[in-house]
């Protein structure tokens, strides 16, 4: 199957921002990242507390972002951590969390995050997005390499849409990241319908 993981950005959201996250819980995703990562820790760890309660309640794993001191003291098992901070843990700390994510950027930075323990990736971006206006996407070929080089799972991130599934599958992609669609749609079900429609035709 190919999944789908959210990614927040609460200031995409026209309504409250646990409102929109229950919606798409609600919905099913593969996994919900709680990406707030400008947040300060003591305000991002009060956050991730409401909406790993939401993500429980519709049975979807909730993969806290950055914050290690806040995910430990809520007893996450999941974590997504930035390359640099990926660097910073001990083996003892990266052990802690069984899914451990990593964002990646070259097949290097790659085999990096793996070597480090990391559990999956997302690479990109592979298309162009808002999120990196004015840079062009790395492109389909570059998460190809990507996806040859790790034996973990490899999730494209970055202009990521229904439409352009088969490309990312035919590259070897587990899945795809969603940011802005997912935080500001009329309805995130509806969404992630079409989204679900669309993967079972590549797959």
């Known amino acids: 199957m190919f999944d789908l993981l ?11 921002f646990l ?9 099913r995703p593969a996994a919900l990242i709680l990406r707030e990562k400008d947040l300060p820790e003591d305000q991002y760890q009060a ?5 790993m309660s939401l993500c429980r309640q519709a049975g979807v794993p909730c993969i806290l972002h950055t914050f290690v001191g806040a995910a430990r003291a809520l007893g996450a098992r999941a974590i997504h951590l930035p390359l640099p901070v990926l660097r910073t843990l001990s083996a003892g700390e990266r052990a802690a969390f069984p899914a451990l994510g990593a964002s990646c950027h070259s097949v290097e930075e790659a085999r990096e995050a793996v ?3 990391a559990t999956y990736l997302t690479a990109g971006h592979v298309f162009a997005t808002t999120c990196k206006a004015g ?3 790395r492109g389909v070929e570059f998460l190809a390499q990507v996806c040859a080089a790790v034996p973990c799972p490899v999730y494209a991130i970055g202009g990521v ?21 997912l935080m500001t749609c009329p309805d995130p ?7 679900k429609e669309a993967a079972a035709h590549v797959l």
Do not use: F, H, M
């Open 189 to 195: 079900g509806a969404y992630l319908r079409q989204w």
């Open 135 to 137: 840079l062009p996407g």
């Open 161 to 181: 849409g229904p439409e352009n599934l088969p490309a990312l599958a035919q590259a070897g992609a587990k899945g795809g990241c969603v940011r802005s669609p």
């Open 115 to 117: 070597a480090l323990g």
């Open 6 to 16: 959210c990614l927040t950005d609460r200031t995409l959201c026209r309504e409250p």
């Open 19 to 27: 409102d929109r996250v229950a919606a798409i819980a609600a919905a």
């Open 47 to 51: 956050l991730a507390a409401q909406v």
